[in-house]
């Protein structure tokens, strides 16, 4: 059976507080005027019969308690439990001092049987309110509903590995417009200084971990995967010595970059190693 209102008779503890202890936050007063209106009730009616069943609770309790939930974020039970311990939120749901407050399950119980229907015919009641106070207007709407076909290129990861490539390549140009160029044999010098390269075009796993930025497991599982193309360096190293060396083709490392682009983080790739790969693809 559908109860709207509480009864409104203050009890004894009530009258002996002081005035300022009765009255509701700015925010919540407003709220509570608003929510006033028997219009806000009338979604669920459809829901209770109005004569036969257990009462429910009222209804402008579990509105207040659902505006407070969603305006908070809290969950049934935090909301029971703070609507409990405060005496602004105990006056605001309509919830007396000597009364308890709803069970979280009843309010789930409430909020499952009504559904969005009732969510719904409480957004329209409050857009209908809203607008007779002339707080929005809803006189003239205007719908843009032309389409227009047009040709839409998805990105793959190719293709932002390419592009920037480019703009790496540009900024290269721009470097060596300004005096900062670097021929293409002294970048092969500095890196074999910094011994990301091996032996000339080979890389080395740990070389080759360093200028990507990452663990030298990761390329060896790439390696065990079939990913990345290696060999055996070809050295007698025993197990005792973590056995033998992986040796792994610049060509094959630019055509691991070009298949598995999402497995390079740029942000942790060394510049000047990149410099290098962006030079080699344009020579080549």
Known sequence: ??????????????????????????????????????????PFEEFF?????????????????????FRYRLGFETLCAEVADSL????????????????????????????AKAVAQLNEALLAKAHAAKVVKLDKVRADTTVVEANVSYPSDAGLLGKGVAKVSKLVAKLKAAGYGRT???????????????????????????ALGIDSHAVTRWIKSGHLKAKFRGTARTEQQNGDIYLIHEKDVRRFILEHPTDIDLRRVDQIWFLDYVESDLDA
């Open 1 to 42: 059976m559908l109860r709207t209102k509480v009864d409104p008779q203050s009890t004894l503890w009530e009258t002996m507080l002081p005035p300022e202890f009765l009255r509701l936050p700015p925010g919540l007063f407003e709220v509570d005027t608003l929510l006033d209106d028997p219009v806000f009730f009338e």
């Open 184 to 210: 293409v044999t002294g970048i092969h010098l500095k890196l074999k200084r910094m011994k990301f390269k091996h032996d000339g075009s080979f890389y080395s796993a740990s070389g080759l971990a360093q």
């Open 49 to 69: 019969d109005p004569e036969i069943g257990r009462p429910s609770i009222p209804m402008e309790t579990y509105l207040r308690m659902m505006f407070l939930r």
């Open 88 to 115: 602004a939120w105990r006056r605001f749901c309509r919830v007396g001092l000597t009364d308890a407050v709803p069970h979280p399950t009843t309010l789930m119980k409430i909020t499952t049987r009504c559904g």
